[in-house]
């Protein structure tokens, strides 16, 4: 039976513990992403990547679940847009990552 995208990507958020962010490390693309914020105003996580693609919707909803991100604000002119933030769990996440 196939699984619809959000069933799949339920069960990939799944770390096991149930905590959200402290026993999971971020993959390397939520790194990439995650660690664009820490030099921006606020801890703003960005919308585009280096080569100006759209960062995947999956990868910012798994950091929102995890506790590393946040979002922010809505944006009227671009609601689809998961407008976002750095946590402090975040950027211990990225501490994290970084000691490994």
């Known amino acids: 039976m196939a699984r619809t995208p ?24 939520q790194l990439k992403y995650l660690e664009r914020g820490i030099s921006e105003p606020g801890g ?25 991100a946040e979002p922010w604000f809505s944006n009227p002119l671009k609601p689809d847009w998961l407008v976002c933030r750095l946590t402090e769990e975040g950027r211990r996440a990225i501490d994290g990552s970084a000691a490994c």
Do not use: H, M, N, Y
Request: glycine share 14%; with cysteine; net charge positive.
């Open 44 to 68: 703003k996580l960005p919308l585009f990547d280096d080569e100006g693609r759209q960062i995947k919707r999956q990868t910012i909803e798994v950091c929102i679940e995890k506790g590393w």
């Open 6 to 29: 959000s069933e799949r990507t339920r069960r990939g958020r799944d770390d096991g513990g149930g905590a959200r962010g402290r026993t999971a490390k971020p993959t390397a693309a």
